[in-house]
C-alpha cells in the first residue's frame, strides 16, 4: 500500500480498452503485477462507476493491491477503496483525510513545484505528476501538456513525497521518467489499449525499475 514502492499503476478507462469489459483489463493487470488501480472511467454516471467501483474492490482487495477512486472522495468512501487522487480543481487533500481517514491513501495532481508543495503541506501521500508527455486521453491545458522528465526532476527534489509520473507514459519512455526521480508511472492506453495487457503491465514494472 505504500506508494513509495509503486512502479506501475493503471488507472482505468473503458473507451481506451478496445472494447473489453474493464475488469478484464484489471484482472490481466494484477495478473502482471500491477502495484495500485484508479477508477477514473470518465464519461460514466455515478452510479455506473459505483456499481464498477464495488467489482474493482472484489478483485484489487483479493490481489492485495490499493483501490484509488479518481476525483470523488464520496465514491471513494461508497465502494471502500484505499484512497482517492485529486485534481486541483478537487476537494482539497485535507477535507479527504478528514472525510476517508488517516489510513486512506491520499494523491494529488501537480504539474508545478508549487502545486506540489502545497499539496505536500496539505497532507497528500503521493503525487501525479504531469502531462509528462502530450497526452490526449483527458483535457490539459496546453501549458501543462508535456512538462517532460525535467520536470519530475523538479518537483521530486522539491518535495519529500514519492512521485508518480502520468501522461503520455508507455515501456518507450518510462525509464526516462523513472530515472528522472519518479518511484513509477501511472498509465491508461500503455495497458488498457495494449493487445496483451498482462505484458504490458509487467513490461512497464520491469523498465521503470531498471530506469531507478
Keep these: 500500500m505504500n506508494p513509495t514502492e509503486w512502479r506501475a499503476y493503471l488507472v482505468t478507462q473503458a473507451s481506451r480498452s478496445a472494447g473489453r469489459e474493464t475488469e478484464a483489463i484489471v484482472e490481466a493487470a494484477l495478473d502482471g503485477g500491477v502495484d495500485a488501480v484508479q477508477l477514473r472511467e470518465k ?3 455515478a452510479r455506473e462507476r459505483y456499481e ?5 474492490r472484489e478483485l484489487t482487495a483479493d490481489a492485495g493491491v490499493p483501490l484509488i477512486v479518481n476525483d470523488r472522495v464520496d465514491l471513494a468512501a461508497a465502494v471502500d477503496a484505499d484512497g482517492v487522487h485529486l485534481g486541483q480543481s478537487d476537494l482539497p487533500a485535507a477535507v479527504a483525510r478528514e472525510r476517508l481517514g488517516d489510513e486512506a491513501i491520499v494523491g494529488v495532481s501537480a504539474s508545478t513545484v508549487p502545486e506540489a508543495r502545497a499539496a505536500a503541506d496539505a497532507g497528500a501521500d503521493y503525487l501525479g505528476v504531469g502531462a509528462v508527455y502530450a497526452t490526449d486521453t483527458k483535457d490539459v491545458p496546453a501549458e501543462t501538456n508535456g512538462v517532460g522528465p525535467e520536470r519530475v526532476a523538479a518537483i521530486a527534489e522539491a518535495v519529500d513525497l514519492p512521485v508518480v509520473g502520468i501522461g503520455g507514459i508507455d515501456a518507450g519512455n518510462a525509464g ?6 519518479a518511484a513509477g508511472v ?3 492506453s500503455a495497458i488498457t489499449a495494449a493487445d496483451d495487457p498482462r505484458a504490458a ?3 512497464l514494472r520491469e523498465v521503470v525499475g531498471d530506469g531507478r
Design 186 to 188: 501511472a498509465v491508461v
Design 201 to 203: 503491465t509487467a513490461e
Design 176 to 181: 526516462a521518467v523513472a530515472a528522472a526521480g
Design 52 to 56: 464498477l467501483g464495488r467489482r474493482l
Design 43 to 45: 464519461g460514466r454516471s
